[in-house]
């Protein structure tokens, strides 16, 4: 509801909206009002085209309440406004652009270690990868690597000094401390925790790409023009790929039977099993819950992966393990741990004795997953079909298992080439 009459400071203090916001215009200078709202609050305002013409911008200002400013005082500003937007000038933008300066030489004040802290609260738990994850919760565990090498290299290298003053030199120098063990520490965190800070090229490079995912987070909230870091040049990531030959094999295989019988490693050794029978990765099997698992079918349905939730075929050889592992009605992991609603995360520690007495000391655990791949690609299974079994949402993820099919495609060239050679007529 619009009403139009003289204003008066009476008139004003005395007017009553009702439930329904109501503005009221001045009689004597066209656009200018005052707003009243239910909860009694009255705020005078502006509404005028930006010059003049139909497909001139309409503008509205709040001038200020009253009484915190008079009629007298509040009719003056909306004269001076009123004309500024018959001469064509935009007073909202004009104060829209002055809120943001005031904003920007605000934030250009913000240390790096200040900004690391805003990006932890508001980027770090949504993932940054392109495709389907793009958005989704991280896991916690990686929020936590990324605090982590924030607080012990980022920080105590370049953490007081303010955004808009790193450069990519900066960066650069903070890489190089950061291989040369500069922050490397032993520092006692928890009544049993240490924690071992190395440093070396590979975390120089994941530090290096942390900064940058923070600096470009600063120059969308427009606090820097450019990312300093973007460009900066770190060791490319290894992509080490350790298969375990067939003596390997049946030494890894010796060991496990002889310890899965010891109540101290029964249940490593059966996650161990699962992930050279299924080519998972450790925290996939280790937080595995029952509800995941179709029996009938043969397939785990895993809620959460790192590439998401995903769908992959298993053998009977793999059900069979989980079916003879006791089940926890209070817990619904199938490796449940003593912790309230925990899963077990001791495979590790089973691991590193594993692999000293099968003397393989130089495999990860995740190298089973390598070698699961390696087994398949040899059998003459396609790169689609492993990408696949290990749940790769990129084509590209299994292309680094190509050249292990070399040796299946040259059996199958000669197998075609034989079958054509019999049908070669003899000469009599």
């Not at 001469?87 to 030489?105: F, H, N, P, S, Y």
């Not at 990531?237 to 094999?249: A, D, G, M």
């Amino acid at each position: 509801m619009n009403e139009k009459v003289k204003l008066t400071s009476r008139f004003i203090d005395a007017y009553e909206c009702g439930d329904k916001e109501v503005t009221v215009w001045d009689a004597a200078l066209a656009g200018f009002g005052v707003r009243f709202y239910p909860s009694g609050k009255r705020a005078f305002i502006v509404k005028k085209r930006i010059g003049s013409g139909r497909m001139a911008k309409q503008r509205k200002v709040t001038l200020g309440s009253f009484p915190t400013i008079s009629l007298v005082y509040a009719r003056r500003l909306a004269f001076e406004a009123i004309a500024k937007m018959q001469l064509g000038q935009d007073i909202v933008a004009e104060k829209e652009k002055k809120r943001k300066a005031e904003v920007r030489a605000k934030e250009a004040q913000i240390t790096v270690s200040e900004l690391a802290d805003r990006w932890l609260e508001e980027e770090a738990p949504r993932s940054r990868m392109r495709g389907a994850r793009y958005g989704t919760l991280r896991d916690p565990k990686n929020i936590a690597n990324d605090k982590g090498r924030i607080k012990r290299h980022i920080k105590p290298l370049i953490g007081n000094v303010l955004v808009t003053d790193v450069t990519t030199k900066m960066v650069e120098k903070m890489r190089d401390d950061i291989a040369r063990g500069k922050t490397a520490m032993v520092k006692k965190t928890k009544k049993r925790g240490i924690a071992k800070v190395t440093g070396g090229e590979g975390t120089a490079s994941k530090t290096v790409r942390i900064l940058s995912t923070i600096l470009g987070f600063a120059v969308r909230e427009d606090i820097i023009l450019l990312n300093p870091a973007s460009g900066v040049r770190v060791t490319p990531s290894r992509q080490v790929q350790r298969f375990l030959t067939k003596e390997e094999q049946q030494r890894l295989e010796d060991v496990l039977q002889r310890l899965e019988t010891q109540s101290t490693y029964e249940i490593g050794c059966a996650v161990i099993r699962l992930l050279m029978l299924t080519g998972c990765r450790k925290g996939e099997i280790e937080s595995l819950e029952w509800s995941e698992i179709d029996f009938q079918r043969g397939f785990i349905a895993f809620s959460k992966s790192k590439t998401g939730a995903k769908i992959i075929p298993v053998s009977k050889a793999a059900l069979k393990i989980i079916e003879n592992i006791p089940r926890l009605k209070s817990s619904k992991y199938v490796f449940w741990s003593s912790r309230i609603d925990g899963h077990y995360v001791g495979t590790p520690k089973v691991w590193s004795y594993i692999r000293k007495e099968a003397q393989i000391e130089d495999v990860r655990i995740h190298d089973l997953r390598h070698n699961f791949a390696s087994i398949a690609a040899s059998n003459g299974l396609s790169l689609p079909i492993i990408g696949a079994l290990l749940g790769h949402t990129q084509p590209s993820t299994t292309a680094r298992y190509a050249h292990l099919t070399e040796s299946s495609l040259q059996q199958a060239a000669e197998m075609i080439s034989g079958n054509l050679a019999s049908f070669k007529s003899t000469d009599s």
